[in-house]
């Protein structure tokens, strides 16, 4: 995955985090599914202006655990939330606020 990327929210997920714990809301699929403490805090900062290095980086240095694991992991996720459409990417930033309703 090129780290290079921008991420961005998709436009048909809407997303609650309550008490640290972020659970998406899947539109189109009328779904809901809740991240783990570490997946919400990566959410979190997914906001259209942070790359995917960007995401790595901030995940290494805020968690315990080998820096290639922590990047496979990031990456997985990443991948994961992209197939269900919940995130897209871009080499562009992209415009606008990414917020959460």
Same mark, same amino acid.
Request: with cysteine; aromatic share 8%.
């Given at each position: 995955?090129?780290?290079?990327?921008?991420?961005?929210?998709?436009?048909?997920?809407?997303?609650?985090?309550?008490?640290?714990?972020?659970? @998406?809301?899947?539109?189109?699929?009328?779904?809901?599914?809740?991240?783990?403490?570490?997946?919400?805090? @990566?959410?979190?900062? @997914?906001?259209?202006?942070?790359?995917?290095?960007?995401?790595?980086?901030?995940?290494?240095?805020?968690?315990?655990?080998?820096?290639?694991?922590?990047?496979?992991?990031?990456?997985?996720?990443?991948?994961?939330?992209?197939?269900?459409?919940? @995130?897209?990417?871009?080499?562009?930033?992209?415009?606008?606020?990414?917020?959460?309703?």
């Amino acid at each position: 995955m090129d780290a290079n990327l921008f991420v961005a929210k998709g436009i048909n997920v809407s997303c609650r985090t309550i008490n640290g714990t972020s659970c @998406i809301l899947f539109e189109d699929k009328k779904e809901v599914v809740s991240l783990n403490e570490t997946a919400s805090i @990566i959410w979190e900062m @997914i906001n259209g202006a942070t790359k995917v290095g960007d995401l790595i980086q901030e995940s290494i240095n805020n968690f315990d655990g080998d820096r290639i694991f922590i990047e496979k992991s990031v990456i997985s996720f990443l991948e994961e939330l992209s197939t269900e459409g919940a @995130i897209v990417f871009s080499l562009e930033k992209f415009e606008g606020v990414m917020k959460n309703v």
